[in-house]
């Protein structure tokens, strides 16, 4: 079983920068990708940032020059520079990973796991 710790989440104000982590534990194989979602009340999961197979990034245009995704593949740990933030940022934030994993070498399967969420709150 995969575990995801994520850390990081807090108040600040706007303009201001925040970190986020996420490391996996588990009998992981590989890892495929790991990202950031955010998601509002009432509203689908939607993707944030995204760091894939070979250190490709994804980012929301709402994103794009403010945040930067990140990995330590040694510590199967994703992280999220957040700078100059908005109150429209005001989100919680999931960590997602998508990987292979497994009991043994020869028990391998892929699986999608969600981290519980970290509140990010923006003040202006």
Known sequence: QVQLVESGGGLVQAGGSLRLSCAASGRIFSVNAMGWYRQ?????????????????????????????????????????????????DTDVYYCNFRGEVGTTIWLRWYEEVWGQGTLVTVSS
């Open 40 to 88: 509002a009340p009432g509203k689908q999961r939607e993707l944030v940032a995204e760091s894939t197979l070979g250190e490709s990034t994804n980012y929301s245009d709402s994103v794009k020059g403010r945040f930067t995704i990140s990995r330590d593949n040694a510590k199967n740990t994703v992280y999220l520079q957040m700078n100059s933030l908005k109150p429209e």
